[in-house]
């Protein structure tokens, strides 16, 4: 843990570090300080009473009583930067450590009050890196909440119809993107957890692994589904994507799919503690040039395998270790990472499948069991 005298501005519903801090919800910015190994929020009367049943860990302050003292002693309009130079001048401390995301209006405001900053050398919390067990059974518990939207969407594609022009109908209507999505984050709030931008894209739209997808869905040509929601109680996220054909997949499909599950095999077998996020990529990437699906640029578009194999997933969706072709992490007993190859063809479509692991000190723990089964 740092030593460094730690000064966050921030929300805590959408800035993780400040989730980390506090271990609460928070819609508003409000003030946390970590000061010679004590911690702080200073809180609007809205908050107070919430945050010292909440956080408990940190001694809570109000923020309209040091309004009140700045008055009495003489400033008019006593606004954030104030409030932050009093307290601060109560711990005696004359300078302090921030974020890289801290604001710049307000960083100004307080360098004009003769209050030094500086960002933090090595990240607020860089032992948000490295997950305790408490951390793995929330992650896991999200996880679970990403596999129940999962099975609720490939229950509807096992049940939907094929029509005449190879569209699928799903209780007389059409069965397109938009609705599965739906499906499927319906699933997951009810299971305790928020979905957004939840992917479900057909054929070519699967071309693009971000691409959330839209229209009718078809049958006969690959479908990706990656869920991946955020727990309502905790912020912890899960991650899970599977890759599915209602009907029949063609010969290249089926052969993108099973080189798609064996890369990831080897990169699970890989991803040990102390093992170089380049070097797992690499792997990946040698593996699937042998099995002769290469990658580059063709007619303006990437196509073969162009993202990363895996990224640590926490109070983040997406937060280190990385495990790409430019990473410089290595593994560490602790971390939690997905494993996602992926194969990309447009024409034939996308495939990618994606597990979460726990890097041990022995061999990785594959934390998702969810089924993978290509034809519905």
Known sequence: MSKENLLIVADSERDANMLYAVRMFVPDPFVYCKAGGKRFVIMSDLEIDRARKQAPHCKVLSFAEYQDKLKKHGVKKPGLA?????????????????????????ARQLRDLNVKIRVSKNGCFPERELKTPDEVKKISASLIMAEVGLA?????????KIAKNGRLIYNNLPL????????????????????????????????????EGYGPLKANVPII????????RTGYFGDITRTVVKGRANDAVRKMYHTVASSQEIALKN???????????????????????????????????????????????????????????????GHIVTIEPGLYYPGVGGVRLEDMAAITRNSPKNLTKFEKVLEL
């Open 271 to 333: 991803s040990t503690d102390g093992a170089s996020g380049k070097a797992i990529h690499q792997k990946v990437t040698e593996f699937f040039e042998a099995q002769g699906f290469k990658s580059g640029k063709q007619n303006g578009r990437m196509q073969g395998f162009f993202h990363g194999t895996g990224h640590g997933v926490g109070l983040e969706i997406h937060e280190a270790p990385r495990i790409s072709k430019t990473s410089n992490d290595l593994l560490r007993s």
């Open 176 to 211: 397109t993107s938009e609705r599965l999505r739906a499906i499927i984050d319906t699933a997951v709030l009810q299971a305790g957890g928020v979905a957004v931008h939840t992917i479900v894209a057909g054929g070519d739209q699967g071309c693009n692994p971000h691409e």
């Open 152 to 160: 609720e969407g490939l229950q509807v594609l096992k049940r939907a």
């Open 225 to 232: 589904l990656d869920v991946f929601p955020r727990s309502q």
């Open 82 to 106: 104030h409030v932050i130079r009093a307290f601060l001048k109560e711990q005696n401390l004359k300078k302090v450590s921030v974020p890289n995301t801290f604001p710049h209006g307000l």
